[in-house]
Structure formats: structure tokens, C-alpha cells
């Protein structure tokens, strides 16, 4: 959202200077990352006709002890050509440094933008190129707890506490205490599990026309379900911000793009609507808690959390209507 | 400091097609600017090989019917090869358009980076660079009155009232108390007036090595006195940050720089004192006024006034060896 630090153009250069990409030539700060502050570099590129990277520094948040798990997630995806940016190390073969006692790391930078209306097209192209990192990832040795999952949902509730949910609205507070349970108690974890983007929406894809360039922001990623990936990105694309519309149109394309690069198995199909209100529940849970952590009088804008209240009814009142899987036994 | 309003991709890409500059690659919300948001632009250029440019959208502070001014003078500095960009008009020639009810203006983007701490040699360029646009805006027709004059210093300290004042640094009221009425009463009005940028801070110069690649940020830029630019650009570079250490060496630097493209008339060096003490009162009031604008629990971070007290303490004392001309009359 910002950035945190100032990094003086002496020090960046430095920094530079420890790559073998070229010397800086223009680096701004940009508003992107949650909790890291990002720079877009350009340098003269090794063969001097100009190159730019995204510099990274982990500000909070992020354990610079999971920095290994996510930049190498980045190299492995990006050696088998998914579209992700590969980290670039440095010359001592780092692939993070310290800068000011902060890790830092350069990465490359991918051209593409992100899209706020998807086209049924744009949205294939979203759920082939999730299902492609599903499957690259598969032989990725590294793994990674999901620090956000159904019991953890459960603890950021508590810590809210039941007043202050309610406060925010009450059919909010009714929607966790009528669906929270159940989600806990028959969360399908027999299910195939993999590395997972787990955060895919809009923001963290970047498209050129109907292709996708680059699929960012992995720092959420995780060894979970891979079906509930889907689900997750299922949600995040398939409404209107507030909830409110569903596109079922999307629905079908992000299904169909998905499913053209990999194959769900009839349990993994039989799970989407508890995975995808799980995924709603998720997103209610971290919003809850930042819309009660967030001081009324904060620049930063608050996202309501009802928004994904309303896809967890939508979810929970169409089952497996609300997805779009073709009747796989007619071409079987 | 941040971008304040979301553009989509779809918005974007019709707009950047309003322009003659290729189709829209890529689009990143850049951290700068105090009042407007940017974004940094890539194209395919009109010839393919790719292209950058600066999107300004103005969302407050800046009245739109200044734009054709502080557009304008890009234009006719950059016509006359100053380091500054230039604006780029859309295929009908306006040089901004009206987005969702804002006004937005593409600008060339200048490589090059924000230089910390300058060497003498970078102070020199500054200094030159700064001569260089007092002299191509000689004949630059429009003009705009300045809004931050002695008598505007006046009526900011008064909407915060001496109380408030004082209770940031009693040192700060005295400072205000015992020089602001002597600006006031002898500001130099003689002297030659013409284009100034006002605000040449260190952020506000892109350098590549020891050139300046280009001098941005004009929305200070205003009709009036050019050596009082000069004072505002020594007040600005030659100390550091929190003005408890003066830099004589940048100090002779930028004003070696300013004279080797543009000379000071006796008058005109007599008047540096008063008019870097006035450079530093105006910092004061600024800074003064947003501190007890912003409240504590912003995340904006606030700029102490103390800072420029110092400096203009510096100036008080030292007078005419605050800065550094060289002897004309031994060259003469």
C-alpha cells in the first residue's frame, strides 16, 4: 500500500551494484504490497539496453525465515514457465539480502496490468494459469503451513470477540456462528494437496489482453488443498466487489480454464461449496479482524467484510450450482 | 505520497489510447507526489520498441484552471532542451483530459534517480539547472502569483495561533516573533522577478551520475523572484536534513553552478540573506501549519518546523558568508 522506507539513491545503487544487471538508472517507489515496500528499478540492463526489476523489502509480516520458501517457489515456477517473476540473485548466488538490518530481494518485473471487469476469456486464461502453477509446483520440495486455516479463522473470531462483530453488523456475527462449525469440523482434508497461491485475486494477476503475463504476490502461498485454490480464486473473481452479482459467465470460464490444464477428481469437484464458503470464511475473518484492528480514523480504507458474507450465502444456497463443471462423463 | 484514486486496467487502456503513444503494456500506482496520484506508464511506443510516461491525475490543492500554466511551462522548458518533461498532448491537443470528473495529464518520464547526498560537483549541475530555467522562462508569457509569500507566512502562523505554536518548541514562536515581521516589512520587491520552481528540494532533481536527467514537481512553480528560487534551492540542498550541519562545500557548488549560466546582479547578491532567511520562514510555516493539521495517529509522517529554524538562524548569523560568491570584480 505504501512505501515504508526511504532508500537513498547511494544506497540503491549500491544495492544494484551487487547484481549483475546493469547500473540503476530510475527507481520509484510504487503502491503496491501489503505489508513490504516496493521500488520499480530500472537499470542500463547487462547488455546496456535498459532492464527493470520490482525491489522488495519484507517490511512486517513476512519471516525473513520464509523468505527461502517463497522466492524459491518463484525460481522453481518460473524454470518450468509458468508465468510468474523469477528471482534474480545476486552475485554471491544470494537470493535475498539484508539492507539496513530489512531483507531485501530483486525481482523480475513482468509487463501486464490487472483487470477489474474479466472477460469469460481473460477469466480461462486466470484458471489455466492457477491449475499450470498447480501442477509445476507439484515436484517443489518446500513446504509451508497456511497459518489461515479453518481452526485459525476461529481465533481471529475470538479476538474480535462476539460484541464488536456484531457491531460491525449482526447478520455478520450470525453468518460466523451459523457456518464457522461446520466448516471446522468437516473441512476435507483428505484432499490432494500441493503449493497453493492461496490470494489469487485481480490485483495478483497481471494480463496483456486475454493472456496472463505474470501471476504475483505469493506471499500468502502454502502447501493446502489445491481445489481449495480454486475456490479461493473462484471468489475472488467471480462477484462484484460488494457481493452482491454473480457472474456465472466468469464462473464457467475460470471452471473451463481450469480444468483445461488439469482434472479434478470427483471428490475434489464434490468439495467445491464447502471449500468455497470456506474460502468466503477465510477472507471474513482477516477483514473482521482489520476492520476492528483499523482506527475509524486511518487513511488506509477498510474492506467490508460483508462482502464475503454475501458469497458464502450465495455459495451456501446454490451447492455445487454455484460452479460450472462440465458433465465430464459425456466425453468420458 | 500515494495513490488516492484506483484506475482499471480498462480505463486506463481507453485513456492511453486517447494519446498517440502506443497501446498500455503496464500501469504501477507510484509513491509520489503530495497532492496528486501517479502512475508510472508503459506503452508499446508508437514504433513498438516501448515507451514511459508519467500519469498525473490532480485530486486536490491544485486548481485545474492552473494546468494550462504549470503545463504549459514543461512545455516551454522542455522546447528549449531544460531537463524538465514534457507534457504529452492527446491526438486533439489538449495537454490534460477530464477522468470519472479529475483532470489527468500524461508527462514524459525522465530517467534518472533522487540523489540523498551530493557531492559539490551535483550541487554544481543543480545549481546550473536552475539558472538554466530562470533564463529559457524569460519569455514563458503566462504567469501565476505566488500563494506563499512573507504576507501568506503571516496568516498561516496566525490560523494556528501562538499558543499551538509554542507548544510544538517554544523556540519556534520566538524564531516567528523575531524575523517574520522584518520579511515582512523589507522583503526585496525590486528585485528581478520571473518563472520559478520554489520547491527544489533534492526529491524534485532525477540525477544520472553528476547530470541532472531532469528537475520535476512544478506545482509550486509561480511569478516571482529569481534569486528568491536560489535561496529556497541553497536552503533546501546545503544543510542537512534536521539543519543542525551546513554544507559550505554544496554550498559553493550550487552557487558556483547557478553563476556559470546565469549572473546575480550586486543587488540581487546583497539581498541572499533575507531572502534565505525567507526561504526558511516559508518551510517554517508550512511545516507548522501541517503539524497541527495532521493528527498524531496519521500514518502521514510530519516534517518538523525545527528544522528550518535552524536554518534560518544559520542564515541570521552568518549573513552574506552563508553563501559563497566569488570575487566578480578580481575576474572583472
Chains 1, 2 share one sequence.
Not at 505504501?2 to 544487471?21: K, M, R, S
Not at 497453493?196 to 504476490?217: C, E, K, Q, R, Y
Request: aromatic share 8%; glycine share 8%.
Amino acid at each position: 500500500m505504501a512505501v515504508y522506507t526511504h532508500l537513498g539513491a547511494e544506497v540503491l545503487a549500491d544495492l544494484i551494484g551487487q547484481y549483475d544487471v546493469g547500473k540503476l538508472v530510475s527507481a520509484k517507489g510504487i503502491a503496491e504490497g501489503v505489508s513490504n515496500s516496493n521500488w520499480l528499478i530500472e537499470t542500463t540492463g547487462v547488455d546496456g539496453t535498459g532492464a527493470r526489476f520490482i525491489l522488495t523489502m519484507y517490511e512486517r509480516r513476512i519471516d525473513v525465515r520464509e523468505l527461502p520458501f517463497f522466492l524459491g517457489l518463484l525460481d522453481h515456477l518460473a524454470a518450468k514457465h509458468c508465468p510468474v517473476p523469477a528471482t534474480i540473485h545476486d552475485r554471491a548466488g544470494n537470493a535475498y539480502r539484508d539492507l539496513d538490518g530489512k531483507s531485501v530481494a530483486l525481482i523480475e518485473f513482468l509487463p501486464g496490468v490487472s483487470i477489474d471487469e474479466p472477460t469469460p476469456q481473460q477469466a480461462h486464461a486466470v484458471g489455466q494459469a492457477l491449475a499450470q502453477i498447480h501442477t509445476a509446483s507439484e515436484d517443489f520440495s518446500a513446504t509451508r503451513a497456511n497459518d489461515l486455516r479453518p481452526a485459525d479463522w476461529g481465533k481471529l473470531f475470538e479476538q474480535c470477540g462476539d460484541d464488536a462483530i456484531a457491531a460491525i453488523n449482526p447478520d455478520l456475527l450470525a453468518a460466523i456462528q451459523s457456518h464457522l462449525p461446520t466448516l471446522i469440523d468437516d473441512w476435507p482434508e483428505h484432499l490432494p494437496k500441493g503449493t497453493i497461491h492461496a490470494d489469487l485475486f485481480p490485483d495478483n494477476v497481471l494480463m496483456l489482453n486475454d493472456t496472463v503475463s505474470g501471476l504475483i504476490d505469493f506471499y500468502f502461498a502454502c502447501s493446502d488443498i489445491a481445489a481449495y485454490d480454486l475456490a479461493v480464486t473462484h471468489a475472488a473473481w467471480c462477484f462484484s466487489d460488494d457481493g452482491t452479482q454473480f457472474h456465472s459467465d466468469i464462473s464457467k470460464g475460470l471452471i473451463g480454464g481450469y480444468l483445461s490444464s488439469r482434472s479434478l477428481t470427483p471428490a475434489e469437484q464434490e468439495a467445491l461449496p464447502i471449500l468455497a464458503k470456506g474460502a468466503a470464511m477465510r477472507f471474513i475473518a482477516t477483514r473482521t479482524f482489520d476492520w476492528i484492528d483499523t482506527p475509524d480514523t486511518a487513511l488506509v480504507a477498510r474492506k467490508d467484510p460483508m462482502a464475503f458474507v454475501r458469497r458464502l450465502n450465495h455459495y451456501d444456497a446454490l451447492g455445487q450450482n454455484a460452479f460450472h463443471i462440465p458433465d465430464q462423463t459425456a466425453n468420458g
